[in-house]
């Protein structure tokens, strides 16, 4: 593909002094001035390849002598300017399904519009590689079985009280699975399997979570991450462990779900 000269991106053109242009202020690229170098700089947007700005530099900056092609090499050595093409966002094919309940809905309604700015493309597909299955407390083990049967990857996300708990991401069969963690809390808590019975009855009361609206987004954004990296190939931070966002804003805490040797999800391969 053919360069198509950008200044750097998000950098501001400046005069440094009488002699020397500078592209950015982070720290900056300080260029040596010259007649009609600034009209040219205006010209590298990153859509007009070279062909195109040899034909009009003559016009838009007369001043300007010497060849075009050499300055813009030495421009891009400098890093004052960049290939445009590589700035162009990338579009991710990923088949992925967001599913939520209504108390779940804010959350996963801001890491779709993160995964959607980041260029994800099919975020309700009917026959995903990944379904994110978010809940207003933990949901009824029965939410997880299709997905198990089917051999999809899922990723729980639990509001939890004042918190909320993203993973284990399961791969089914190649990952620790819901039930490896219902079995290592039940090694614990032996009352566990009774607990985990009731969830999502409608007769369990649940009033409104208490997670602040920055630690829903901050869960947003690590949400949107895993499902990113899951696209990109992984491994994602949460396979084979939760991470915890909240109550705080920058509170992050991961712990471990390891294949439990009770379950048998671990034979999903090997058969
Ligand atoms: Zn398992």
Excluded: K, N, Y
């Excluded at 950015?24 to 859509?47: C, E, M, N, Q, Y």
């Excluded at 284990?168 to 190649?174: D, E, F, H, W």
């Excluded at 979570?209 to 491994?235: K, N, Q, Y």
Aim: glycine letters at 8%; aromatic letters at 2%; proline letters at 9%.
């Amino acid at each position: 593909m053919a360069f198509r000269p950008s200044l750097r991106p998000g950098a501001p053109l400046l005069r440094r002094d009488a002699t020397h242009l500078q592209v950015g202020t982070s720290p900056g690229i300080v260029i040596p001035d010259r007649p009609g170098l600034l009209p040219f700089l205006r010209l590298l947007d990153g859509a007009r390849d070279v062909a195109r700005l040899e034909e009009l530099a003559p016009a838009r900056c007369p001043e300007l002598v010497g060849r075009i092609r050499p300055l813009l090499l030495e421009l891009r050595a400098a890093g004052a300017v960049v290939d445009g093409a590589t700035l162009v966002r990338p579009r991710i094919d990923h088949e992925v399904a967001l599913q939520h309940d209504a108390g779940s809905a804010s959350l996963v309604g801001s890491a779709r519009a993160l995964l959607e700015a980041a260029g994800l493309t099919h975020l309700d597909s009917t026959e995903p590689a990944l379904i994110v299955l978010a809940s207003h407390g933990e949901p009824a083990r029965s939410d997880f079985e299709r997905a198990t049967l089917l051999g999809i990857d899922h990723l729980p996300v639990v509001v939890d009280e004042d918190r909320v708990r993203i993973g284990p991401l399961v791969s089914p069969g190649r990952a620790p699975c819901v039930s490896c963690h219902d079995r290592h809390r039940a090694d614990w808590d032996p009352a566990w399997p009774a607990l985990v019975h009731q969830l999502g009855r409608a007769s369990t009361i649940l009033l409104p979570a208490a997670v602040s609206a920055v630690a829903t987004h901050a869960a947003a954004g690590e949400l949107a991450v895993e499902v990113l990296t899951h696209a990109a190939g992984g491994p994602a931070r949460t396979t084979g462990r939760c991470l915890v966002v909240g109550p705080a804003h920058d509170a992050r805490t991961f712990w471990p779900v390891a294949f439990h040797p009770g379950c048998s999800c671990d034979l999903l391969t090997a058969a």
